[in-house]
């Protein structure tokens, strides 16, 4: 899988994997970025993804200082699993 990419123009991170783009959607607004919507191409289920494309979102999340509001159900959920990115949670 290649780097997580941060497409600011199109307010997405992306992960480019076997010629298909996963991406999840988000909107930043006062230091606090929402996760909105995350889209993985049916052909890639099930390979993770979809988790590979949310951790590397939040690992730069965590390096430029933001919070996170989780609409996201996946993004959400990821972090549930995950509790060491329940620190990134705003509020």
Do not use: W
């Not at 941060?6 to 909107?27: D, I, P, S």
């Not at 972090?79 to 990134?88: Q, T």
């Amino acid at each position: 899988m290649t780097d997580v990419i941060n497409n600011k123009a199109q307010h997405r991170y992306e992960l480019t994997v076997e010629g298909h783009l996963a991406a999840t959607y988000y909107k930043v607004s006062d230091g606090v970025i929402t996760f909105v919507h995350t889209e993985v191409p049916p052909e890639l289920g099930g390979k993770g993804v979809g988790s590979a494309l949310v951790k590397g979102a939040l690992d730069q999340v965590r390096a430029d200082g933001l919070k996170v509001i989780a609409e996201c159900p996946f993004v959400k959920a990821y972090i549930g699993k995950h509790s060491e990115y329940a620190d990134l949670l705003a509020g």
